[in-house]
């Protein structure tokens, strides 16, 4: 059984429609990318999925229970974490605290300790006592993602976590996704890089106008196919 599936999802910004109808699923432990143009609407799916736009409950499942009208901090609580677009991390608390937050809707005994986040992300041990602010984008990022994972998600969602960062900075936070695929955790990438998308993923979904237009292996999937349904061109 999927571990999470959309059902037909629909999302709208008052009178505006974002999203018309996407299905899609996830399996435990899977890598699954998300592409897309801009205002193609992966943020609004995320935003679903996490409980921020509200939903009819059958529009979303996980481990085939509907959970599409549960709040934000239900969801959180039964494992889905996310990693936002900007990171929004708390900027006059340190590392530390930013990161113990996270842990404050904590699920099973745990699988991420703050050690587990060091481990992960070295420099965050030495900056631990600094606050958000004082830290580059780079380090920010790995805040941001080791805040979501100590809660012990089931699933991590990543909005654009490679934006605005220099390549080096990229490659080492990418370098953080086996360790946490370790851990059985599945995860969902949205990515405006779509070679680096492919690159570690399982499966790619592509998203136009508020539509899913491909979804396929990521290895298996064309340049062709891509340019396809981002672009609505044959
Ligand atoms: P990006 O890569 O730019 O973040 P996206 O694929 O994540 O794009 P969304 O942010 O989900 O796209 O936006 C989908 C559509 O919904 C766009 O047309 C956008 O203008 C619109 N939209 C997004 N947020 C809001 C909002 N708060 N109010 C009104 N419309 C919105």
């Not at 085939?64 to 006059?92: N, T, W």
């Amino acid at each position: 059984m999927a571990l999470l599936s959309t059902h037909a999802l629909t999302a709208q910004y008052g009178q505006f429609k974002a999203l018309f109808g996407v299905d899609l699923h996830i399996d435990p432990g899977e890598c699954v990318a998300i592409i897309g143009a801009n205002g193609a609407g992966k943020t609004t799916l995320m935003r679903a999925i996490t409980g921020v736009l509200k939903n009819a409950p059958e529009m979303i499942r996980l481990g085939g229970e509907p959970i599409g009208a549960l709040p934000p901090d239900r969801i959180l609580q039964r494992g889905i974490a996310m990693v936002p677009e900007g990171r929004k991390l708390f900027p006059s608390l340190t590392v530390e605290e930013n990161l113990l937050i996270g842990g404050q809707v904590r699920r099973g005994s745990g699988r991420w300790s703050l050690d587990d986040i060091y481990r992960l992300f070295p420099i965050l041990k030495d900056r631990r006592h600094s606050p958000g602010t004082a830290l580059s984008g780079g380090q920010q990022q790995m805040v941001a993602i080791g805040r979501a994972l100590m809660s012990n998600p089931e699933l991590l969602l990543c909005d654009e976590i490679s934006l605005g960062l220099a390549p080096v900075v990229i490659r080492d936070i990418y370098a953080a996704l086996p360790a946490i695929r370790a851990t059985g955790a599945a995860v969902i990438l949205v990515e405006q890089d779509i070679t680096r998308a492919l690159s570690v993923a399982d499966r790619v979904y592509c998203m136009m106008e508020g539509r899913v237009t491909l979804t396929a292996p990521a290895g298996q999937v064309t340049r062709e196919a891509i340019h396809a349904a981002y672009f609505g061109a044959a």
